[in-house]
Nanobody
């Protein structure tokens, strides 16, 4: 069992930056691929970024590539999402997810554990 707790969300002006964190419980964090997803009101959940267990492989949604960076610190059981040049359309609840098959995939159905999410609001 893995528990995930996100933090770092908040209100920021367009063009600003935020860094989200996702802290995981358990000793096997380093074996899991991790992903960040987001869901805006009235919209479907959307893949943001993913990272392999070692951190050597990453994947980004096209609209986030170049603005967002995913990273992890296995010693701290934490995955991060650095978000720069934020836009109002980035407003959403951001959730992290873990999957033990270590497949970096945008398919949310392939993830095994989910956090509760953290709200990110970008004002214009």
């Amino acid at each position: 069992q893995v528990q995930l707790v996100e933090s770092g969300g908040g209100l920021v002006q367009a063009g600003g930056s935020l860094r989200l964190s996702c802290a995981a419980s358990g000793r096997t964090f380093s074996r899991y691929a991790m992903g960040w997803f987001r869901q805006a009101p009235g919209k479907e959940r959307e893949f943001v970024a993913g990272i392999s267990s070692s951190g050597g492989d990453t994947n980004y949604a096209a609209s986030m590539k170049g603005r967002f960076t995913i990273s992890r610190d296995n010693a701290k059981n934490t995955v991060y999402l650095q978000m720069n040049s934020l836009k109002p359309e980035d407003t959403a609840i951001y959730s992290c997810a873990a999957q033990f098959r270590n497949i970096v995939t945008p398919d949310g159905n392939r993830y095994d554990y989910w956090g509760q999410g953290t709200q990110v609001t970008v004002s214009s």
